[in-house]
């Protein structure tokens, strides 16, 4: 948009065609509300969406702009996704000059708008500038570069901060996965280095007692030879085998950014069922063998004999992914939870090729009154001893 309005002749009319409706909403309907916040809403993209207003101000000339979506459009969708794409990335690039030109500042409205300011906005400016003055940890920057390499290497594009800081919020994840995954990024798990410069008998514990190693998330989820370890993610890998061929190269990028995660079908094309499983149990899975390690270490001091064995963390996996179903199952009651409930498409889709069901079981499952657990999950009916 802003390439069109400084390249076409500011006295002749102007008609845009984009394909982004968020786009076209903030410089048109939502301007006057942006501008009156100081685009606090949209800090990340700001600078962009200020220059934009502040170009098509200079025009002299009518200037219309219009949005397509998929349906309208006559290109290939893979074709308007790669465009999309490839001009966010140039907009976010930090090399490219989108700050504030001199010559355009007399058509831009800078700060939030005094008049008529509530004490909510201006406590939200108060904290974005206090923020903005906050020096950066070390811990969380390198954090946030591993998590923007994972998601780039399986999405093809990289995120930004704020969406990152966004996803750590996602309602797909349980409340205590976002709070192991916010606590992750900002290096807060007492673990390796933090103990490492304690003295005895605190210091033993920065490495690992089964690998000698020092612990970090990196160690503790992936290479660690503890059984929780190993089998969680063979267990992980088996159950997604009916719908996914190879099972992705995690690291621990992929788990504190997994709510970013994208798959794909045989097409190319993202699968919304596909993707949402694949978050569940990929987030679900590194959470159990952070809860089974720290029960080792701290709850049972290391004691091997007391460890859980290799069928207990199967049984707790296996539970963990049916709560998981039974969970979304209740979420589609539309009596009870209206407009919030989950869709029944989603859920069926998010489960399709997962579940062994009796063959007399219809395809909409959700409310049959029978038991469905996870492939591979049947466990023997009465209490176990």
Not at 3 to 8: F, I
């Amino acid at each position: 948009i802003i390439r069109a309005a400084e390249t076409v002749d500011p006295t002749r009319k102007l008609f845009i065609v984009t394909n982004s409706k968020s786009a076209v909403k903030k410089l048109t309907v939502l301007m006057r509300k942006n501008e009156d916040r100081g685009w606090m809403d949209h800090k990340e993209s700001a600078h962009i969406l200020r220059r934009a207003i502040a170009t098509l101000r200079r025009r002299c000339a009518m200037t219309t702009i219009a949005c397509a979506t998929k349906k309208h459009a006559r290109v290939e969708t893979t074709v308007m996704e790669r465009t999309a794409r490839c001009a966010r990335d140039a907009a976010y690039d930090a090399a490219t000059p989108w700050r504030q030109p001199p010559n355009l500042e007399i058509f831009d409205a800078p700060g939030a708008r005094l008049d008529g300011i509530t004490q909510k906005t201006a406590h939200t400016a108060i904290r974005l500038v206090r923020a903005s003055k906050t020096p950066a940890r070390r811990r969380t920057d390198e954090n946030i570069a591993k998590i923007k390499t994972a998601v780039r290497v399986q999405n093809e594009r990289t995120p930004t901060e704020s969406q990152i800081w966004t996803a750590t919020k996602a309602k797909l994840l349980a409340r205590n996965v976002r709070n192991f995954i916010w606590k992750g990024i900002h290096g807060g798990h007492k673990i390796g280095s933090y103990f490492a410069h304690m003295p005895a008998p605190w210091c033993d514990y920065a490495k690992c007692p089964l690998c000698g190693t020092s612990e970090d998330l990196q160690h503790i989820l992936f290479e660690c030879t503890s059984p929780e370890t190993t089998s969680i993610w063979q267990m992980a890998s088996a159950f997604m085998e009916p719908r996914m061929e190879r099972w992705p190269d995690l690291s621990v990028g992929s788990i504190l950014g997994c709510a970013l995660l994208d798959f794909r079908d045989e097409e190319g094309r993202t699968d919304d069922g596909l993707t949402r499983v694949m978050r569940i149990v990929i987030s679900e899975s590194a959470f159990l063998i952070w809860k089974i390690r720290c029960e080792r270490r701290i709850e049972h001091e290391d004691n091997l004999e007391k460890a859980p064995t290799v069928d207990e963390i199967t049984g707790r996996w296996h539970a963990t992914i049916n709560a998981r179903i039974s969970h979304d199952r209740h979420l589609t009651n539309k009596r009870r939870y209206k407009r919030k409930a989950l869709d029944e498409d989603l859920v069926l889709d998010t489960w399709e090729d997962l579940l062994e069901k009796p063959e007399e079981l219809p395809k909409n499952w959700i409310r049959h009154p029978g038991v469905l657990v996870g492939r591979g999950t049947t466990r023997p009916r009465g209490r176990e001893r």
